[in-house]
């Protein structure tokens, strides 16, 4: 398959924290042609960062195809920049000594190896639909009850 043939997927993402750290959630929109899906998911105890970074491995992960062109729109810097700016392969090198969230960081790594990956930033809050649905799916799933562990978070306490 080359690349002209792989599926063409959107992805927004963004991430929620109540106090941070608090409870959290993620928000995803995925896109494909006229195919859309939304998840998120709530924490008990975590950080904006970490539910952002979260988003985008959520949407990846949840790709059935492989591999995918994707963008994923985001309104985080720190995931942004990270990838882009290839702050992140260079964490490698290291064992990400000294980084936060390198549970994630591994697992967006693994997963976005499969595919062919670009981060676009979004300016937060400015009347982007998508956008603004992904900031309502996460702060939703940071008010629901009986939120999960962030096993994530607590190792990196």
């Known amino acids: 398959m080359t690349l002209r043939e792989n599926p063409v997927i959107i992805i927004y993402t963004d991430g929620a924290a109540r106090g941070n750290p608090g409870s959290g959630g993620?928000?995803?929109?995925?896109?494909?042609?006229?195919?859309?899906?939304?998840?998120?998911?709530?924490?008990?105890?975590?950080?904006?960062?970490?539910?952002?970074?979260?988003a985008a491995v959520a949407g990846?992960?949840?790709?059935?195809v492989k591999p995918c062109k994707v963008t994923i729109y985001t309104d985080s810097k720190y995931v942004a920049d990270s990838v882009e700016k290839r702050w992140v392969f260079n964490w490698v090198k290291t064992n990400f000594k000294g980084k936060k969230n390198c549970d994630l960081w591994k697992r967006f790594l693994d997963v976005s190896a499969r595919h062919?990956?670009?981060?676009?930033?979004?300016?937060?809050?400015a009347s982007i639909p998508e956008n603004e649905r992904c900031d309502q799916l996460a702060v939703a799933a940071s008010l629901l009850p009986n939120l999960p562990e962030d096993t994530g978070y607590q190792i990196n306490i």
Do not use: D
């Open 60 to 64: 990846l992960e949840a790709l059935k």
């Open 26 to 54: 993620y928000g995803v929109v995925l896109i494909s042609g006229t195919h859309r899906k939304e998840l998120s998911q709530g924490y008990k105890l975590t950080t904006n960062n970490r539910m952002e970074l979260m």
């Open 116 to 125: 062919y990956v670009k981060f676009v930033w979004v300016k937060g809050h």
